[in-house]
C-alpha cells in the first residue's frame, strides 16, 4: 500500500497582511508557486502601446462678420464756395463727420481759410480746450439762433457748432424760443454781456405813456345834412432807418463806442467795407478803454481783428488790433490763432510782391517787399535768399555803371 502523504499546511491569505514586509515574489512562491497570471504581473511589463483614433476635429463656428462702413469721401464735382456751404449746412444739422471730411477738402483748395480752420478746430477740439467751463446763461429771443449768439458773445457767426456742443445740443438747428443757452466767459463774451446790459430798454408804447390828465382831443361831430368827411388816406410806413447812416457819422465824429452801440443793437451784418467801418469803431475804442477796462478792450480788438481779416479781408490791417488783444488776453487762443494767420496772409502778398518786382527787374521793389516780409517773419528763408540775391544784383550793376 502506499503511504498516504500528509498534506502540508499551507500559509493561510490571512497571513498575508502580517507579512506586508516580505517581497511579493516570495511570498506567492511559499504558497506553491506563481500562476502564470501571477508571473506576468511580477514580471517587469513591457510598455502598453494603446490605439487611439485620431481626434474628430470640431466643427468650425461661423464668426459673425460686423459690416465696415464706408469710409466719407468730399462731395465731387462742386466748386469750393459751394463745399463750404455743403460743411456749414452740415454742422447745422449735427453731422460732424460729413463737415469734416468736406472741410478737409476745403482747405486742400483754399489752404489760407480761417474760416474753415475754425469750423474745424470747432469739431476736433476737446471741449475743455475749446472754451472755458464758467459761463453765464441767456434766453433765446424772437427770430435769435445759435449762430446769431455766437456772432453777439463769441464774435463769429461761424462759431455755432462749439456753442452746440457747450450745450450738448446735437443739432444746432433745432433750438426753441425761450431755450436758456450756456455762454462762455471768454473776454468777448463778457464785453458783450456788459454791451447789452447797458443798452436803454425799449420804449413803451403811447398807450402806456399816456397819463388820465392827458387832454383827450376829439373831432366834432358831424353837423345834420352834411355831406360824410372824406376817410382819411392811410399813414404810410416809415422808411426803415439805415442803422449805418449813424454808424458812420459816430465813426467819423470820434463816437467810437456810441458806433458800436448802434451796430450791436442792429446786429448788422456788414459787407467787406462796411466791415473796415465797424472794425475802425471797434479798435478806436478798445485802444480808448485799453487802461480802464483791459477785458472789453481785448475783446473789441480781437473783433477788429476779425472783421479785417475775415469779412475785409485785409490781414494786414487786421496785425495791429490782433496784437492788441493778444497782449490784453495772452491765454487768448482764438487771438493768438487770427494774427498767426493774419500775419501769414500778409507776409504771402508781400513775398509774391518781391518776386513780380524782381521779375520787372525792379530790385529796389523787390528788397522792399521782403524787407517788409522779413520784419513780420525773421525766419522767411526764402525772403532771406532772395533779398541777398537781389542787393548782390544791385551791387553788380551799381559797379559795371
Known amino acids: 500500500m502506499h503511504q498516504r502523504l500528509q498534506p502540508q499546511p499551507i500559509i493561510g491569505c490571512r497571513h498575508f497582511q502580517a507579512m506586508a514586509l516580505v517581497p511579493a515574489v516570495a511570498l506567492l512562491a511559499s504558497c506553491g508557486g506563481m500562476s502564470m497570471m501571477q508571473q506576468q504581473a511580477a514580471a517587469p511589463s513591457a510598455p502598453m502601446v494603446v490605439a487611439t483614433a485620431p481626434p474628430t476635429p470640431l466643427p468650425m463656428m461661423a464668426l459673425p462678420v460686423e459690416p465696415v462702413a464706408p469710409m466719407l469721401q468730399p462731395t465731387p464735382g462742386i466748386a469750393a464756395r459751394e463745399r463750404f456751404q455743403v460743411a456749414v449746412n452740415a454742422l447745422q444739422q449735427g453731422d460732424s463727420a460729413r463737415a469734416e471730411v468736406e472741410l478737409k477738402a476745403y482747405l486742400l483748395e ?27 446763461t441767456v434766453q433765446l429771443g424772437q427770430n435769435e439762433t445759435l449762430s446769431s449768439l455766437s456772432g453777439i458773445y463769441l464774435g463769429d457767426v461761424l462759431g455755432f457748432y462749439g456753442l452746440a456742443r457747450y450745450n450738448g445740443i446735437e443739432n444746432p438747428s433745432r433750438v426753441a424760443l425761450g431755450q436758456m443757452i450756456r455762454i462762455p466767459r471768454t473776454p468777448s463774451a463778457i464785453a458783450a454781456q456788459a454791451m447789452r446790459a447797458s443798452m436803454p430798454a425799449p420804449q413803451a408804447s403811447l398807450t402806456q405813456q399816456m397819463t388820465p390828465t392827458m387832454p383827450l382831443v376829439l373831432a366834432p361831430p358831424p353837423q345834420p345834412g352834411a355831406p360824410p368827411r372824406p376817410a382819411p388816406p392811410p399813414a404810410r410806413p416809415a422808411p426803415p432807418r439805415d442803422p449805418w447812416v449813424s454808424i458812420r457819422q459816430n465813426v467819423t465824429a470820434g463816437r467810437f463806442e ?24 471797434y479798435v ?33 490791417d ?3 488790433p490782433l496784437e492788441l488783444a493778444v497782449m490784453l488776453a495772452p491765454m487768448d487762443n482764438r487771438a493768438q490763432m487770427l494774427l498767426t494767420t493774419a500775419k501769414t496772409r500778409t507776409t504771402d502778398v508781400y513775398y509774391r ?49
Open 318 to 320: 487786421a496785425i495791429e
Open 284 to 316: 478806436g475804442n478798445a485802444k480808448a478803454t485799453r487802461m480802464t477796462n483791459a477785458t472789453q478792450a481785448a475783446a473789441q480788438a480781437l473783433r477788429a481783428g476779425q472783421l479785417y481779416l475775415e469779412t475785409a479781408n485785409r490781414p494786414e
Open 353 to 401: 510782391n518781391g518776386v513780380a518786382a524782381f521779375q520787372r527787374q525792379d530790385l529796389d521793389g523787390a528788397i522792399a517787399a521782403w524787407d517788409k516780409v522779413l520784419a513780420l517773419d525773421p525766419n522767411h528763408k526764402n525772403a532771406q535768399l532772395n533779398r541777398a540775391q537781389a542787393i548782390e544784383l544791385k551791387q553788380n550793376l551799381q559797379r559795371l555803371r
Open 258 to 281: 456810441a458806433a458800436i452801440r448802434d451796430a450791436e443793437t442792429a446786429r448788422v451784418t456788414p459787407d467787406r467795407n462796411q466791415a473796415v467801418i465797424l472794425a475802425s469803431a
Open 110 to 136: 483754399v489752404p489760407n481759410s480761417a474760416p474753415a480752420r475754425n469750423l474745424l478746430t470747432q469739431i476736433q477740439t476737446p471741449l475743455d480746450m475749446l472754451f472755458p467751463a464758467d459761463s453765464f
